[in-house]
């Protein structure tokens, strides 16, 4: 819903939208509720992205969706992805807060999560990340901890041409390959026709977004 909304809601309604799904109740109900990215399957592994949409109950592209009642502060978003996912791996109080006993994995951010504007809390970034006591990622003050970096796995993955997560460095996908789009009919399995739009690359056929999730 954070990155497809917007189709969600052309599609269903806003009163449908404002229900997918209902985090709040599920909490006042005693439901375990834990938080994730459903990486990399059809969104960013980027978890401030997806802290950004429980805070504000905005897309990325700015739609709000959520009423304010089911919204949730910083204090418990963060908690659902830290403590609350600990009990879908059955690991509570092994991990999912400092403390004494739990494991040692932690992260600096670049700006203070609890103070900064809810807009920029999707842009925060981990510029010093420790697992099990090791710092296995460092940037900007920290960079001399860094560890050596480790290959890239395939040898042909698209990072290896173009850097990491938001680098920002231009494709070698020309102009008029770029401009090479079309749209292709698909049908849900309640028969309702939407489309899939595609871009056709030098690397072959990606994916623009699609809203087949949305049932």
């Not at 189709?7 to 509720?33: C, H, K, N, S, W």
Request: hydrophobic residues 35%.
């Amino acid at each position: 819903m954070a990155f497809q909304g917007e189709y969600f809601v052309d599609r269903y309604g806003r009163q449908q939208a404002e229900r997918t799904p209902p985090i709040r109740r599920m909490l006042d109900l005693g439901m375990p509720v834990g938080a994730g990215t459903d990486a990399t399957r059809v969104s960013s592994y980027n978890p401030f992205v997806a802290l950004y949409w429980l805070i504000t109950g905005n897309t990325v592209g700015g739609l709000n969706l959520y009423p304010e009642k089911n919204r949730l502060d910083r204090q418990e978003a963060l908690r659902l992805y830290t403590v609350g996912s600990s009990w879908f791996s059955t690991e509570e109080g092994k991990k999912g807060a400092i403390a004494p006993g739990q494991l040692a994995d932690l992260a600096v951010l670049s700006a203070d999560y609890f103070s900064i504007p809810e807009e920029e809390i999707k842009g925060l970034e981990s510029v010093l990340t420790m697992v099990g006591g090791k710092v296995v990622y460092a940037s900007g003050e920290f960079s001399k901890h860094a560890p050596p970096p480790l290959p890239v796995s395939p040898d042909w993955s698209p990072i290896n041409h173009y850097g990491g997560y938001q680098q920002g460095q231009e494709s070698s996908v020309g102009a008029s390959t770029r401009a090479a789009r079309s749209s292709i009919e698909a049908a849900s399995d309640s028969g309702a026709p939407h489309k899939h739009r595609w871009v056709l690359g030098e690397a072959g056929m990606w994916s623009l977004g699609c809203d087949c999730f949305a049932f």
